[in-house]
């Protein structure tokens, strides 16, 4: 063997070398499974077994009973019921999850019911040997040999019981039993134990829900009537209190009364705090102001604009946000504290259908501090401090691969900063319905708490230190953003996700939701008002409610999956959104779902590269500037699609007639889906 020369090879022989061997080795493979030259044949008289048909890549269940959407669904091979019950909204209030076994596999075809708590369902077992009876029992779960020992149930009946469990599968009403012989309308309808039954119009709903609900509809109450009587109001609430203990079985009614009177009388009070205004009777008047900027400029061809607050005015101390005017030049910091010498002033009134002056009352702003000279005296310290530098921290990020107008649809996608597009270019997001990726939403906040958790979990922490990174990362990014309506949702929803899973506690979308709303409106009732606090909810609670019934009835037709639940949620949200663009704003885009369609492939590549980019801008700046790089030809793809799709004659529509024109045809439109639909299913 030393004798035998060196093999040599170079790179292209050894690549040729290697194909031919893998084309060897298919070719081989094929023939032997598909009985080929030299395949071995089975002697007579042996049956050949037959290979097993391939599995489907995915499933279909059908998932009925106590779920929020029951339907078909999709999902992946080896998944558990507990998958399952969560792609149909998780499991309603009611529902019995005892006897349900939610660790077990799924088989395609499968129908996954929940059971329902049914008063008189469950129906205590005597214990051994008489006695006090034991815990309940219930028809959905118990042996022959449980049944057996109920009161007026034989080991017949019982035995029927279980036949007719196991045929028809568990039961959801209390009428199921009628179609059993042997149970009568007296076995099968025992009255319900006052103490546990909950009745009245309101049986059924989730109490927690029920009472942030109420306490939401008492804030928004405020803007129709203040009430001042807190003495009597709180006489009230306690009143509630009293008769809820009393009254046990309407203490859910009693409950959201009190919430709604409670809230009724906070919005009342923030809105006296709100319109106070310690600078209103000064108007007119020139002094030395000390003023902190709480907001980026905005820079117009007159003049400079930003959002400030007032702390000292000549002699008078104060804390009360003004509207700051500044001649045209150099722009204040977000964060600075300036020396500015001025005059107050009141806000302009309605023109070109705005009123400015109501705008910023909503604002807690009444009046306009117009400067002639100043100069920076300082920076804010405390939390404000720290948003500005976390906002500075990321806007450094995506500078240094971005510029121009790059940048700044970067900032306005990443941190909601929409002053430095052009008119034109905001425009035309406006007409083209991508207005909304300039305000942060849920997408924003779910890439930063993953992110998070995603290093968390590559740096081998547990996922308990993971869930508080990811809670402090969220608080973060809300501070450096700012207290945008949809960004304050967003983070609400992501940080009450997280302190669930810390918590073991199931996650409610809804109760999300609805805390979201109530710190929003608790801080400032005005916010009811608001167009990003319209548009947002209107968007969410659309997605919970429009979108899966248009995704199912997208089922039938040639769409992938992924596109049809991609269109179902951009169909919900402009049907949702389009009365309040017009109330709003006079105009309705009609290309909104196309231009989306578009846009969004770059989106989700966009926010991780530049959340990428600032973060690890520290750390390596030449990684961060080519991550930025990338974003920044998302950010131009992004500014094409609007010009493309605002640019159209037909984009958007403005006159009243045309806007109920095309609302008559997506009412008779949706009417006809909704209708197909139920009869499909």
């Known amino acids: 063997m030393d004798d035998m020369p060196a093999l040599r090879l170079s790179r292209r022989q050894a690549l040729v070398a290697a194909a031919a061997l893998a084309v060897v080795l298919v070719v081989g493979g094929k023939m032997l499974t598909s009985g080929g030259p030299g395949s071995v044949h089975a002697p007579p008289g042996f049956p050949v077994a037959a290979a097993p048909p391939a599995p489907p890549p ?77 815990s309940p029992v219930s028809l959905s779960t118990a042996t022959a040999e449980q049944l057996d020992a109920l009161p007026g149930i034989g080991p017949v009946t019982a035995q029927k019981i279980v036949d007719y469990r196991a045929q028809h599968g568990a039961f959801h009403a209390v009428d199921e039993l009628d179609a059993i012989s042997g149970i009568g309308p007296a076995m099968a309808r025992p009255a319900p134990e006052p103490s546990r039954a909950m009745t009245g119009p309101l049986r059924g709903l989730a109490p927690p829900q029920l009472l942030v609900g109420a306490a939401c509809c ?117 964060g600075e504290v300036l020396d500015v010498l001025g005059v107050l002033a009141p806000p302009k009134g309605p023109e070109h259908g705005f009123d400015e002056r109501t705008y910023l009352r909503r604002h807690g702003i009444h009046v306009v501090l117009r400067g002639d000279r100043w100069h920076v005296v300082g920076r804010r310290g405390g939390l404000g401090g720290i948003a500005d530098g976390i906002r500075t921290f990321v806007s450094r990020g995506l500078s240094s691969g971005s510029a121009g107008e790059q940048r700044a ?126 548009l947002s909810f209107a968007a969410v609670v659309a997605i919970f409610t429009v979108a899966p019934g248009i995704g199912r009835a997208l089922e039938g037709y040639p769409v992938h999956r992924k596109i049809a639940g991609f ?48 973060a690890v801008h520290p750390l390596a700046p030449s990684a961060a500037t080519a991550l930025t790089w990338l974003a920044g030809w998302c950010a131009a793809y992004l500014a094409f699609c609007a010009r493309l799709m605002g640019g159209m004659p037909f984009s958007q529509v403005h006159s009243g007639w045309a806007a109920a024109a095309i609302g008559l045809g997506a009412g008779l439109g949706g009417t006809y889906a909704w209708r197909r639909c139920r009869s499909r299913t």
């Open 409 to 534: 649809v970067l900032l306005g996608v990443v941190l909601g900063a929409d002053e430095g597009l052009s008119q034109g270019l905001r425009d035309r997001f406006r007409a083209s319905g991508l207005y909304h990726l300039l305000a942060v939403s849920g997408q924003n906040v779910a890439l930063v708490a993953g992110g998070a958790l995603l290093v968390a979990w590559l740096a081998g922490i547990p996922r308990l230190v993971g869930e508080f990174a990811a809670l402090a990362a969220i608080a973060a990014y809300v501070l450096a953003v700012g207290a945008q309506p949809s960004v304050i949702r967003a983070g609400i929803a992501g940080a009450l996700g997280s302190i669930a899973w810390l918590l073991a506690r199931q996650r409610d979308r809804w109760w999300f939701l609805l805390v979201a709303a109530l710190v929003l409106l608790a801080w400032n009732p005005y916010t009811l008002f608001d167009a990003g606090f319209q």
């Open 567 to 614: 269109l179902a949620i951009s169909t919900a949200c402009g049907l949702a959104t389009a009365p309040i663009l017009w109330l709003q704003f006079h105009a309705v885009p009609l290309l909104a779902v196309p231009a989306n369609a578009l846009a969004a492939p770059v989106v989700g590549p966009l926010l991780g590269l530049a959340l990428t980019a600032a």
């Open 58 to 134: 995915r499933l279909v269940v059908d998932v009925a009973g106590a779920v929020r959407r029951p339907g078909l669904y999709r999902l992946s091979r080896g998944s558990r019921i507990a998958d399952a019950v969560a792609r149909a909204g998780g499991a309603t209030g009611k529902a019995s999850l005892d006897g349900v076994n939610l660790a077990a596999p799924l088989a395609d075809g499968e129908q996954v019911v929940v059971p329902a708590r049914i008063p008189g369902s469950e129906t205590a077992v005597p214990a051994a040997g008489g006695g006090a009876p034991a």
């Open 218 to 334: 008492g804030i928004a109450a405020a803007n129709v009537a203040r009430v001042h009587w807190t003495g009597v109001a709180g006489v009230a609430v306690g009143s509630s209190l009293l008769a809820a203990v009393v009254l046990p079985d309407q203490r859910l009614l009693i409950g959201a009364l009190a919430f709604l009177l409670a809230g009724w009388c906070w919005g009342s009070a923030r809105l006296d705090a709100i319109d106070r205004s310690p600078l209103a009777p000064l108007l007119g008047t020139a002094e030395h102001a000390k003023v902190v900027v709480t907001a980026p400029p905005r820079t117009s061809r007159f003049e400079i604009r930003a959002q400030a607050v007032v702390h000292r005015f000549g002699t008078l101390h104060v804390s009360e946000p003004v509207l700051l005017e500044l001649p045209v030049g150099r722009s204040p910091a977000q």
